[in-house]
């Protein structure tokens, strides 16, 4: 019987790509049209945007925090899971077949204790990361409406990724994502947190072999 050792918590910020991806598109109501006259253009990485203000920064943190006990949890029933293995395999030569069976049967009813608690776990953290985002996408899709409009802009395209990007080309003056960041934190008045490891983690279950 081998486990696979728990990957506790391993999820990234890209756990929530296509959460924030969706909630972009209701960022901003749309605007009445313009009247005709030139173009100004302007391309935004909505998402580095977002993810980049200091109040997405923070919130961030603290959902972290929020979960840091469940992470504790998981990681100490896996650790229990591993030891109660290598027992088995140790001893089942010397085990009697009732108690091998009873042993086995314990350490199945711990491994799907685990898959269970780390599935509740990792969609709880999902669905308070949607909200976080969607909370945050109408935020910063207002700033950046207002900015676009104070900045005579008639057309802001997202920059996005290079996997989603529609934007091919675009001059580095046209980017205005900075900018965005900028003048969301200054509207929010939150000040940058501190340094915070880059990987988000979240819940993920154990799989066993």
Known sequence: IRMKRLSVFALTLALASTAMAAAQSTAAAPKPAAPAGPTKVA???FQVALAQTNEFQRDLADLQKKYDPKKTQLKALNDEIENLTKQLQSSSAQLSDAERVNRTRTLDEK???????SQDAQ??????MQQLIGKMANKVGAVMTDYAEKNGFTLVLDAGDEQSSSVLYAVESTNITKAIIDAYNQKSGVPAPPAQPAAVDAPQPAPAH
């Open 111 to 117: 491994k799907k204790q685990l898959e269970r608690e």
């Open 123 to 128: 969609s709880d953290f999902q669905a308070d």
């Open 43 to 45: 391309v935004v990485a």
